[in-house]
């Protein structure tokens, strides 16, 4: 089973890298993000919950997303395999999907951290914001705390998985199918 860990930050490209990766391999795609949308459009009571952090450009609690995360892989026990497209996004929940994972005896096979600069982040955001409706990808400050909260207290997780040598970071500078072929060799070597 091919489990990736896609990782980077907002607007580094990981929903765009994850549609490629999903085609090319089989997997599923589980995106915290599109989860957390779910519930709030569908005004769950998570939703409403997480909603109050990610309006202010927080992390949602560990112990909601976890559970989220693992009833999403329950419901697709068939899979060949899948991708976590915003989780992990501390030590504690690396440790958790670790521990989760090996109970349905597999594994996370590498994590692909997209590398982009922060004024290019920035700009991709603000432009997403004019198709995505998302108040929050359309305010600069928001999306420049989103990017602290990033760098604070998500980006230690490369450590985790680094200490397992299943990190590698990928230039995520180019034209799409440039960066998916980065992400393809990265996965295939």
Sequence with gaps: MLNIVLFGPPGAGKGTQATKLVAKYNLVHLS????????????????????????KG??????????????EVEKNGDAEGFIFDGFPRTTFQAESLETFLSNKRTEITVMLALDVAEDELVKRILNRAKDSGRADDADESIIRNRIEVYNTQTAVVA????????????DGIGSIDEISERLYNAIEK
């Design 32 to 55: 915290t993000g599109d989860i957390f949308r779910a519930n709030i459009k569908g005004e769950t009571e998570l939703g409403v919950l997480a909603k109050q952090y990610i309006d």
């Design 58 to 71: 927080d992390l949602v609690p560990d112990e909601v997303t976890i559970k989220m995360l693992e009833s």
């Design 159 to 170: 450590n985790f998985y680094a200490a397992k040598d299943k990190f590698k970071k990928i």
